[in-house]
């Protein structure tokens, strides 16, 4: 077997998804974020109280009943984040199913089609990169007021360039592959280059990244709340984070309530990374170096 | 020269320029090919073979001059020209494990031309032509549902060339088609090369380092150095006498027979006698080659030397070319 | 070429290499057995995937799981298949190196030539980068790249120099011997020859044993003392590469040397084996040429075929031996 055989995927073996499930650390990441999605689900038969009512002093230290302590109106703080977690999950997908098709398509087109249309995408690409973009993403969600679409949007606007540059490069190394250029002396359209020929190679890619996504939408939320540009009408991890600053948490020892969104984001990340990761192997071609 | 031949290819120059070095990949060649020729294009690496033939089936556009399909531009003119050029001029790749797309099975990857080419045809009929074709390059119908991975490099060969012939093609183009194979992978490709282009009266252009290849294949030989032509000859001329001093250099390389080898002694010697430094051709002003000729002389520095014709359709670009009989 | 005496550096015996697969097992080496003289060439030949690279891999116990290695394995005295990681970490490079297939197109394009021969050396050995840099530039002259190729990148460099590069990684620690996998493949013809010098000269020069894989008879026949033509995971036929090539016992050494192209073959018909290799998985104990053999009895199909010999050294596995004692 020469070294090329071993960078041929293998179409008649295990499914992806199988392979996925075989996977230890697949598996763990997985049931962690099944665990994330149940609490989202079910956060209200989860909470032990109500995020918005009074239900102790203002303030409190953690303890059995409020395992992250209470906020300054008297609020749990833990129930809190229980709620917080189905719209920052959301927020979390919906961003990164935006940033994926942006970010995807994007790159896919520059790269294929290369010439100016891809210096035109690539120069709005670096204009997106090079701008301070916490600064610029407050300035936008400033003028478009601070309501959840904005905040998408936002993330979005910011998230996908990365994704668009990574997809683009390796497009570019399709688009010099021997099957790509036979396929255009058979005559084949561009649309069935992109689509049926470069699409499935740069899946895995797109998969990958748009899981790590994920994390960056959520994460990219939290940090609008603590520069407080928040959705105030409901729950989520940033709301809580963002109430924490504005209350002065930590001049009452709350430390665990600023904490709090951190532990739940880490969780998240630790996986997502893993699941990630563990699609990064399973479509490295030497995982499949089984027979020809 | 003629314009109604069937591929003309008129000062033909490609530059390719980075931040180190401009090279002209391809430097002024002009050449033009019969429907019938069975030709080979030789030359070591970097001589610019590959982007020649990616010039002739329109894949790499050239910086300047142009090439001409029944006398008009294939990269100019009317939809309807180019489609016919496409149809006409096929080309298989050197590597054959990458000319098929991994995700593809082989069904797939020979109804493409089918569909795009030739066109409208039923799923049952595209899959009885894809099977006649694999059959025409020796290969069973049952290879249609693998994928890549699942087939030897020869006979990914075979079917890279079953997808070359599904247009009908009259001229083939195959840029070192079996560098990458074993001896007797090689010489399966080279005997379908031969034998398809005498069973449809196609020409064919194979792009080689390697003198054997071309002389089993080829009637007539083109020789290229940094770009430009340096010989171009019948075969049985061009390898009982060379003419230019690099082409009697890639004589020498090419294999011989095991036999002939043990018997004359070279087997074990050194064939090419002390290491010649490397050197970068386009760095030169004048002949190219001087550097490495054992019979450059001083007018080789002033000017790149013209193609002249030798008589009997043979050209040769040298200022103190061998004499018939001298090698 | 052969300067030693007759000490057997190397010796194989029954090792098989297998890989697990969804249709089977896939045998890509079995039961070979061979030994290598300190200071020859020992050439391997086959088409393509008859296991050389398996077997030039599991000599350094670089088979990676889910594949299986059996058998024995002698280097020096040294019993190869029962070394610990760290044994072998000492080992590989150090005694023996490898010049992988296809090196040349994976060198490391964002770093220089001397760093990535340097990083060779340091990785398998306990020197400083100041030693291994002086090391660097020793080498740089031994395989005859020009001095500046030190500082450029793989892409400045043409296909000959790179793998220049890579002759001077595997012979950096002085190896007792050296695999070369196919180091001439990938070059034009007349880079080849260059190449194929300057191994010559390296090997004059250090001493070193070479075990060299090849498909490319006429490359091997420059090159090589004995020679073992691989078919389907094991021998057919083995011995002094002269007699090997010049009389050929079995009818599988014949045809690769028959479908050889080369420059006298013009207007003649050169023959290709018929048909390919099938994937050896669960192969009955027959001859595995005997399907592609047109010399093929049923005695062929069904039972092993007997090791046939012609004077020294010279085997063939093989019920219906060529030519045998020709030219004798
Ligand atoms: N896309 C490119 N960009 C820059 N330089 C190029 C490009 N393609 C080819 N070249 C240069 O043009 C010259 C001729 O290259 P070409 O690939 O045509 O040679 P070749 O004769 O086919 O060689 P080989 O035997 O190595 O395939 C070389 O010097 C090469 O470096
Ligand atoms: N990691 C692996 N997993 C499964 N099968 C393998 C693996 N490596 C090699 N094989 C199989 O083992 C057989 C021998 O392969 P090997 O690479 O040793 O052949 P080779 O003689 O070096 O061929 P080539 O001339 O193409 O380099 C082939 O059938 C190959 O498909
Ligand atoms: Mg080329
Ligand atoms: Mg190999």
């Not at chain 1, 009074?54 to 008297?74: C, N, R």
């Not at chain 3, 100041?130 to 190729?149: N, Y």
């Amino acid at each position: 077997m020469s070294p090329k055989n071993l960078l041929v995927s293998s179409s008649g073996e295990d499914t992806f998804v199988r392979k996925l499930l075989y996977n230890r650390a697949a598996l763990a990441g997985l049931i962690m974020l099944l665990v994330l999605v149940f609490i989202a689900l079910l956060g209200p038969h989860i909470a032990p109280y109500r995020p918005d009512r009074f239900v102790a002093q203002p303030y409190q230290p953690p303890s059995a009943s409020h395992l992250f302590g209470t906020d300054g109106l008297g609020r749990d703080v833990f129930s809190q984040m229980v709620y917080g977690t189905s719209l920052s999950l959301e927020i979390g997908f919906v961003s990164a199913i935006g940033i994926t098709l942006l970010g995807t398509s994007v790159g896919i087109i520059s790269g294929y089609l290369g010439r100016y249309v891809d210096e035109i995408l690539m120069r709005v690409v670096d204009v997106l990169l090079v701008i301070p973009s916490i600064a610029f993403m407050i300035f936008v969600a400033v003028i478009l007021g601070p309501g959840l679409e904005s905040i998408l949007l936002v993330i979005i606007l910011f998230g996908w360039p990365p994704m668009a540059r990574m997809i683009r490069s390796q497009t570019l190394s399709l688009r010099e592959r021997e099957f790509v250029e036979s396929a255009i002396v058979s005559g084949t359209p561009k649309r069935y280059i992109l689509f049926r020929m470069i699409f499935p190679n740069v899946i895995n890619l797109v998969i990958a990244n748009g899981i790590l996504a994920v994390i960056y939408g959520i994460i990219a939320e939290v940090s609008l709340a603590f520069l407080g540009i928040a959705s105030t009408k409901s729950y989520s991890w940033g709301t809580v984070l963002y109430n924490a600053q504005n209350e002065g948490a930590i001049y009452h020892g709350g430390l665990l309530w600023i904490l709090a969104p951190g532990i739940f984001i880490a969780v998240t990340g630790v996986a997502i990374t893993l699941i990630a990761r563990a699609i990064g192997d399973i479509t490295d071609p030497r995982y499949n170096a089984l027979g020809r | 020269m003629q314009e109604s031949k069937f591929i003309t290819v008129r000062d033909l120059t490609v530059r390719f320029e980075s931040r180190e070095r401009t090279v002209n990949a391809i430097d002024n060649v002009s050449i033009s090919l019969n429907r019938n020729d069975r030709i080979a294009v030789v030359g070591e690496s970097g001589a610019g073979k590959t982007t020649l033939a990616r010039c002739l089936v329109g894949l790499t556009r050239p910086t300047s001059g142009s090439i001409l399909f029944n006398g008009k531009d294939i990269h100019r003119g009317r939809h309807s020209d180019r489609k016919l050029f496409r149809k006409s001029v096929q080309v298989i790749f050197q590597d054959p494990y990458d000319a098929m797309n991994p995700k593809q099975n082989i069904l797939d990857y020979l109804s493409m031309p089918l569909r795009f080419l030739v066109g409208n045809m039923g799923r049952q009929e595209l899959r009885n032509k894809c099977a006649e074709l694999l059959d025409s390059v020796g290969l069973q119908e049952d290879l249609l549902n693998k994928y890549p991975h699942q087939l030897s490099g020869g006979q990914k060969q075979r079917v890279a060339i079953g997808r070359a012939l599904a247009s009908d093609p009259e001229f083939l183009i195959a840029d070192e088609p079996t560098s990458m194979l074993d001896a007797s992978a090689a010489a399966g490709i080279l005997n379908l090369l031969k034998r398809l282009a005498d069973d449809r009266e196609m020409g064919y252009a194979i792009v080689t380092h390697n003198m054997g290849v071309a002389s089993y294949t080829a009637d007539k030989i083109l020789v290229m150095y940094s770009g430009k032509i340096v010989e171009q000859r019948g075969t049985d001329a061009l390898i009982s006498s060379p003419m230019h001093p690099y082409s009697s250099v890639l004589l020498q390389h090419a294999p011989r027979s095991i036999g002939v080898m043990f018997e004359s002694g070279t087997a074990k010697s050194n064939r090419t006698g002390s290491e010649p430094a490397e050197v970068d051709p386009w760095s030169l002003s004048g002949c190219r080659y001087r550097k490495l000729c054992d019979r450059a002389i001083s007018v080789c520095e002033q000017a790149f030397p013209p193609l002249l014709d030798t008589g009997k359709e043979g050209r040769v670009a040298c200022y103190n070319p061998l004499k018939y009989g001298q090698k | 070429m052969h300067w030693g005496g007759e000490r057997t550096l190397l010796e194989l015996k029954d090792l098989t290499v297998t890989f697990p697969s969804k249709r089977g097992e896939v045998t890509a080496v079995d039961s070979l057995t061979l030994s290598i003289q300190e200071g020859s060439v020992f050439g391997l030949a086959g088409e393509s995937g008859c296991g050389k690279t398996t077997t030039g891999l599991a000599l350094l116990r670089m088979i990676k799981p889910p594949g299986v290695v059996a058998g024995e394995i002698d280097f020096d005295g040294k019993k190869i298949m029962s070394m610990k990681e760290e044994e072998l970490r000492k080992f590989r490079w150090k005694e023996v190196s490898m010049i992988f297939q296809g090196a040349m197109s994976s060198l490391n394009p964002v770093k220089t030539v001397a760093s990535q021969i340097a990083d060779a050396i340091m990785d398998h050995s306990r020197m400083t980068r100041r030693e291994a840099f002086r090391i660097v530039r020793e080498l740089v002259g031994k395989v005859h790249l020009p001095p500046d190729s030190l500082n450029k990148y793989p892409h400045q460099l043409s296909g000959g120099q790179k793998q220049r590069v890579v002759i001077a990684m595997a012979i950096a620690l002085k190896p007792k011997l050296i695999i070369a996998d196919e180091p001439t493949t990938a070059l034009d013809v007349v880079s080849q020859d260059r190449i194929l010098n300057l191994l010559r000269e390296v090997v004059r020069e250090s001493k070193s044993t070479v075990l060299f894989i090849s498909h490319d008879l006429s490359v091997l026949s420059a090159m090589c003392d004995t020679i073992a033509i691989m078919y389907l995971g094991s021998i057919a036929e083995q011995g002094r590469v002269e007699d090997v090539l010049r009389s050929p016992m079995h009818p599988y050494t014949e045809a690769l040397i028959s479908s050889n192209i080369t420059l006298d073959r013009r207007g003649t018909s050169v023959e290709s084996i018929k048909g390919y290799p099938p994937v050896p998985i669960q192969l009955p104990r027959n001859c595995r040429f005997s399907d592609r053999c047109q010399f093929a009895t049923d005695e062929c199909r069904n039972s092993e075929p007997p090791a046939v010999t012609d004077g020294q050294e010279h085997v063939a596995y093989c019920f219906h031996p060529r030519k045998r004692n020709a030219g004798k």
